[in-house]
């Protein structure tokens, strides 16, 4: 009995051995299996790893490109205007990443919008953006590349759009270049008068500056390549705001009254471009000879026009840009703001414009612009500030004037008992009174001289200045109410002398345009204070 039990148990046992010969083998199978994903997820690991790190390369190699281009603009500041790429042709390969083995970048200007190329040629408008927000701007696409490597099946590359920035027209409430009247209003010459303060006092240039007085208020950002003549205590920038006041070569004669924490000297050179014509090539609407323009609040983006002879009503271009250009005949306009002729400029490229707007507009002379009535929009009719998002820009390649006649033989020529100068003063007298329509009957459409202004837009003088017309003569009619902003080469006058002069300032920045902006504005010719406003990858 116990004999066939110990055979029993033996037979059991040698089952179960072959029962546990499987399950070591089952176990050794799937240990081995676990090892190999292993093995292999840590190939991968290494592999994305590697990708990553050569992806991080490429990443920086990108901008270490940017910092090379940064540099090129900090050591040669037209630098930009080339058009410039990196590797420089005719060479190919990608420029090296200083210390940084198989690490290297290219580097290209991208053109504006609406342009195929920066170059071929290389124009102002092709690099830099006009239009909207980004005016003032231009592109780079910087691509960092680890030399050598695969990410995936491509060469690993990462790429950057850089865009730079410089200050903007439209960042302030008022720029000028020259602190000084404009010298075609004195008898000088614009070779005479082209020096800086510094300058002009060591060599005791005989050009003529203004100064700013106590009843002045520039209510916004200010700049000047110059330096600022101060009578009394006239304010600049705003209360309770960080305005930047820029007197590039400080203030004189008075102690300025300057609002917010942003003055300083030395800040960028800020030039008007010389001319405005790839903007009127731009244009999609454009007028010869003498145009008058009614923006009509009624029927919004339409305007009135009288030009040669008709009067229509247009609807706004579709990129927003109109521009008047000379005729083919002779323009008898004066070259300057005093006695001109509002009836003898049949040919010349001037543009008088009043109305209301609720559309953004740009428009710009190929001489100049006359503003003969009130320019409003949204929020801006009695003068407070602008509401909505419509802008208006206006440009002149010469003057930007505030239309002011007077009586006849002021209109008609320099005489004796309208206009006394002494070459290079500006001292100036007169004693006639504003015109009127029942005075001056070849002005009736374009009315009579302002009382209390009203203008609601950016302003440029690419060569000359803003001003108003006739400005020593007749009485006082109020106050300039600018809310915008102005742009100018040279110091245009609005007032003159205790027994003559017209308006006071009050220039108010729009602080809309850090948003909206007119569809299309120069840009500052400048190149220094660059800098990067953003970078995206994409």
């Not at 090296?96 to 290297?104: H, I, L």
Request: proline residues 6%; negative net charge.
């Amino acid at each position: 009995m116990h004999l066939i039990d110990s055979q029993h148990q033996h037979r059991a046992m040698q089952d179960e051995s072959g029962f546990a010969m499987v399950f070591a083998v089952m176990l050794l199978l799937v240990s081995t299996l676990l090892v190999a994903a292993a093995i292999t997820a840590a190939r991968q690991d290494v592999g994305l790893t590697r990708v990553n790190s050569n992806q991080q390369r490429a990443y920086f190699a990108a901008l270490a490109g940017v910092d090379a281009y940064k540099y090129q603009l900090s050591a040669n500041s037209s630098y930009w205007g080339t058009c410039p790429k990196a590797p420089v042709p005719p060479a190919t390969e990608p420029v090296a990443v200083p210390g940084a083995k198989e690490e290297a970048y290219t580097y290209e200007t991208l053109p504006s919008t609406g342009h195929a190329t920066c170059g071929e040629p290389v124009e102002l408008t092709n690099i830099i953006e006009t239009a909207n927000s980004a005016s003032g701007t231009f592109r780079i696409k910087v691509t960092g590349k680890v030399l050598h490597s695969k990410c995936g099946a491509s060469e690993c590359t990462r790429k950057i759009i850089a865009t730079f920035s410089h200050p903007s027209f439209l960042d302030y409430a008022f720029v000028s270049n020259y602190e000084l009247v404009d010298p075609l209003t004195v008898g000088r010459t614009t070779t005479e008068c082209e020096h800086y303060y510094k300058e002009r006092i060591k060599e005791a240039k005989p050009c003529v500056s203004f100064p700013w007085i106590s009843e002045d208020a520039i209510e916004g950002p200010f700049h000047t390549n110059d330096a600022a003549d101060i009578s009394g205590s006239p304010s600049f920038g705003r209360v309770g705001n960080n305005d930047t006041i820029e007197m590039d070569e400080g203030y004189y004669g008075g102690t300025p009254e300057l609002n917010g924490n942003g003055y300083k000297e030395g800040g960028p050179i800020l030039l008007p471009p010389e001319t405005g014509s790839e903007l009127i090539t731009k244009a999609e609407a454009k007028f010869k000879g003498r145009t008058v323009i009614v923006l009509k609040e009624g029927t919004p983006g339409t305007m009135e026009v009288k030009n040669a002879g008709k009067t229509e009503t247009r609807n706004f271009p579709p990129n927003g840009v109109v521009a008047v250009v000379s005729g083919a005949g002779a323009c008898e306009s004066s070259d300057t703001p005093f006695f001109p002729s509002y009836t003898a400029d049949t040919e010349c490229g001037d543009v008088y414009i009043s109305g209301k707007y609720t559309q953004s507009l740009t428009v710009i002379a190929e001489r100049d612009v006359i503003i003969n009535g009130n320019l409003t929009t949204t929020g801006g009719s009695a003068g407070g500030e602008p509401t909505g998002t419509a802008t208006l820009g206006l440009i002149a390649d010469k003057y930007v004037r505030l239309y002011h006649p007077v009586k006849g033989s002021c209109e008609s020529g320099i005489t004796s008992t309208c206009k006394t100068e002494e070459i290079g003063s500006a001292q100036y007298t007169c004693n006639q009174e504003n015109a009127t329509t029942a005075e001056r009957a070849a002005t009736k459409e374009l009315g009579v001289a302002l009382n209390n202004p009203i203008i609601d837009a950016a302003l440029l003088s690419t060569k000359n200045s803003w001003g108003v017309d006739n400005f020593a003569c007749g009485k006082s009619l109020g106050t300039i109410n600018v809310w915008g902003s102005i742009a100018e080469e040279w110091r245009g006058r609005v007032t003159c002398c205790a027994a003559g002069g017209d308006y006071v300032k009050s220039y108010k920045w729009d602080s809309r345009f850090e948003d909206d902006q007119p569809p299309e504005f120069l840009a500052p010719t400048t190149n220094s204070g660059w800098k990067i406003k953003r970078e995206t990858q994409p």
